[in-house]
């Protein structure tokens, strides 16, 4: 939540000085535009740490398989 406010309060401001020069007096489709950027940025960002969460799940594994199979005997052969 708080990374969708400042997103929001961050939209707001780059959209008000975006219609400032070109409309006056819009708050309304300010407003409604800094809802839609806040919310679409707010999603990116997640999902970003949730793909650096999942790298760092994928490194901790194959850690482990390495250590496991360096660990392993020999297999014998045939």
Same mark, same amino acid.
């Given at each position: ?24 007096? $819009?708050?309304? %489709?300010?407003?409604? #535009? +800094? /809802? ?6 707010? @999603?990116?960002? =997640?999902?970003?740490?949730? $793909?650096?969460? %999942?790298?760092?799940? #994928? +490194? /901790? ?6 250590? @496991?199979?360096? =660990? ?7």
């Amino acid at each position: 939540m708080k990374d969708f406010l400042a997103f929001f309060v961050l939209s707001f401001i780059v959209c008000y000085l975006v219609v400032a020069f070109g409309l006056s007096n $819009a708050w309304v %489709l300010i407003a409604l #535009l +800094a /809802v839609i950027l806040g919310a679409l940025l707010t @999603a990116l960002f =997640s999902l970003e740490r949730k $793909a650096e969460a %999942l790298e760092k799940r #994928l +490194a /901790v594994l194959e850690t482990k398989e390495k250590e @496991a199979a360096e =660990s392993a005997p020999p297999e014998p052969e045939v």
